[in-house]
């Protein structure tokens, strides 16, 4: 019997996580469907969504504020010249916006080597952060960038587009090119090392 009630509240809770993200995906469409006809409404939404979650894929990986601020700033434009190109057939908006900033990430750091200093008096700025990641300490940031400097590239996008996004399994492998068996890999193996690394790590 309690087997059975189990399975029942496992099953019920399923059911309302794909009803929910069903409901997400379509609030997401009829919002980029708007974009699409250039609603200004939708545009500037779209911006509030995305800039903060942007600047803080970027700055975790670029370790510098101002890059990361031009960056996101640059792909949000992106999006709004592209928009029109955009057609959901399974992939998630969200998942299409973190492809055009790894790409530009990755052409960034073709063309330039990537900054080693970092001013930890700096941190990052408030204004761009969503409330649970306004709290953080800069020093926290700096432990979990020298962290994921542990990390392959692939590993990294995974646990960045996973856990500071939010991203499914299914919406990483479509950013990174990967499958989500390769994805869930990917999360396994970064966790272990990722723990390894903070073990490590004295905090301050």
């Known amino acids: 019997m309690d087997q059975a009630a189990g399975l029942s509240k496992a ?17 997401e469409l009829e919002l980029v469907g708007r974009a699409q006809r250039y609603d200004p409404d939708a545009l500037g939404r ?8 942007i600047y803080q894929y970027a700055y975790l990986q670029l370790s510098d504020a101002q890059l990361a601020e031009d960056l ?28 055009i900033a790894r ?7 073709r063309r330039k080597k990537r900054r080693q200093h970092v001013d930890l008096h700096e941190g990052i700025p408030t204004d761009y952060g ?53 994805v869930k890999s990917l999360q396994h193996r970064a966790l272990v090392t990722l723990r390894k690394a903070l073990s490590e790590q004295p905090i301050e």
């Open 72 to 99: 996101a700033g640059g792909v949000l434009l992106q999006v709004v010249e592209s928009i029109e190109k955009f057609h959901y057939r399974g992939t998630p908006f969200g998942a299409w916006v973190f492809r």
């Open 46 to 53: 779209i911006y509030e969504i995305y800039f903060p979650k």
């Open 103 to 109: 790409n530009r990430i990755i052409d960034m750091h």
């Open 130 to 182: 969503a409330p649970h990641h306004e709290t953080e300490r800069v020093l926290e940031h700096e432990r979990v960038r020298g962290a994921l400097e542990h990390l392959t590239d692939d590993q990294r996008q995974v646990v960045l587009l996973k856990f500071a996004e939010g991203l499914d399994n299914q919406s990483i492998a479509n950013v990174i090119g990967r499958s989500e068996g390769a």
């Open 11 to 27: 099953l019920a809770a399923e059911a309302a996580r794909v009803a929910r993200r069903q409901s997400e995906r379509e609030e």
